[in-house]
């Protein structure tokens, strides 16, 4: 069974620009989660989809949004982008209910921003 | 708030027991998780305690919890080089077992 996948896996835009990452899914799990992980805040929630819809949502500004399609894939998008930036973007599949909600993570988007 | 706090390093020698320790604030989580993650990889899954559980063993590892306390532990025996990485300590707060609060991360050296 193929693992999650990110894409790319590294990238380089300067501040102001916009930034839209991709994550397949393991098939078959319908959520799709996202963390930011910084050397100084660690790993962070920023949101989570299921069935297309978003579910939780972390405590980030507007700037980061994201999506879902119905074949499960999700896109996340940060707009403006700042220097604070910076960071590896993680997904993590899951099915998405019931049991004990195991995170299957893709090997992340390393996004720098100059 | 919510919060989980780890210790951030730990060094041991090869064959000896390694004790990952972590503390949560939430006490409605429901599953407690032990995630492990290389250098220049994402995290993968090492193991998980339901919050009704006091101890949970799988091969190398134990997971002990004292949810009065709410403190969670991880235990790996025989801690070989192959085990240094970075051990985090997540908790959820939703019956979904998503949106997880992690600790910083607890790096393990090993050496030979």
């Known amino acids: 069974k193929a693992g999650v996948t990110q894409t790319p896996r590294y990238l380089i835009k300067t501040r102001g620009q916009q930034v839209t990452l991709s994550c397949s899914p393991i098939?078959?799990?319908?959520?799709v989660s996202w963390y930011q992980q910084t050397p100084g805040q660690g790993l962070q929630f920023l949101f989570e989809?299921?069935?297309?819809?978003?579910?939780n949502k972390g405590n980030f500004p507007g700037r980061f949004s994201g999506r879902q399609f119905s074949n499960s894939r999700s896109e996340m998008n940060v707009s403006t982008l700042e220097l604070g930036d910076s960071a590896l973007y993680l997904c993590?599949?899951?099915?998405?209910?019931?049991?004990?909600?195991?995170?299957?993570f893709g090997e992340g988007s390393r996004l720098t921003v100059l | 708030g919510e919060d989980v706090e780890q210790s951030l390093f730990l060094s041991v020698r090869e064959g000896d027991s390694s004790v990952i320790n972590c503390t949560y604030t939430?006490?409605?989580?429901?599953?407690l998780y032990w995630y492990k993650q290389e250098p220049g990889a994402g995290l993968q899954l090492l193991t998980y305690?339901?919050?009704?559980?006091d101890m949970k063993q799988d091969q190398r590892l134990t997971v002990l919890l004292n949810k009065k306390d709410k403190h969670l532990s991880l235990r790996i025996a025989d801690t070989q080089t192959g085990d240094s990485a970075i051990y985090f300590c997540?908790?959820?707060?939703?019956?979904?077992?998503?949106?997880?609060?992690f600790g910083k991360g607890t790096t393990l050296s090993v050496s030979s």
């Open positions: 098939s078959g799990h319908r959520s």
């Open positions: 305690i339901f919050s009704n559980m």
């Open positions: 989809y299921f069935s297309e819809t978003q579910r």
């Open positions: 993590a599949s899951s099915p998405g209910q019931g049991g004990a909600g195991e995170l299957f």
């Open positions: 997540a908790e959820s707060p939703n019956q979904a077992g998503t949106a997880l609060i």
């Open positions: 939430d006490s409605s989580s429901t599953y």
